[in-house]
């Protein structure tokens, strides 16, 4: 059974940075992507960004691109998302996910990962 668990989030000013981490454990073998998503609305998730973990190849939301970076360690099973240049509209819970997305463009769409982490809190004050 696949399980995530995010860590990292807090309180920051606008301008500052944080770094959130995900630490996945389980049979991974049936996914294909790990991304991070922002929780809009009860039902709605904004995909942030995520990455094949077949290579390296990630993938961003317009609205980060230039200021967040997706990583991976296998080694320590964690995928991390370093957050820069924060601002408030970044607010959000923040949790990560996996799943398998057979198209790459499809990577932002939420219903397409299974596994979901609980989420961790990112405030940025202005």
């Known amino acids: 059974q696949v399980q995530l668990v995010e860590s990292g989030g807090g309180s920051v000013q606008a301008g500052g940075s944080l770094r959130l981490a995900c630490t996945f454990s389980?049979?991974?073998?049936?996914?294909?992507?790990m991304g991070w998503f922002r929780q809009i609305s009860e039902q709605e998730r904004e995909g942030i960004a995520s990455?094949?973990?077949?290579?390296?190849?990630?993938y961003y939301a317009d609205s980060v691109k230039g200021r967040f970076i997706i990583s991976r360690d296998d080694a320590k099973k964690t995928v991390y998302l370093q957050m820069n240049s924060l601002k408030p509209e970044d607010s959000g819970m923040y949790l990560c996910?996996?799943?398998?997305?057979?198209?790459?463009?499809?990577?932002?769409?939420?219903?397409?990962?299974?596994?979901w982490g609980q989420g961790t809190q990112v405030t940025v004050s202005s």
């Open positions: 990455m094949f973990t077949r290579n390296t190849d990630a």
């Open positions: 996910a996996a799943g398998r997305v057979s198209y790459s463009p499809w990577w932002h769409q939420a219903h397409r990962y299974n596994y």
């Open positions: 389980g049979d991974m073998s049936q996914t294909n992507f």
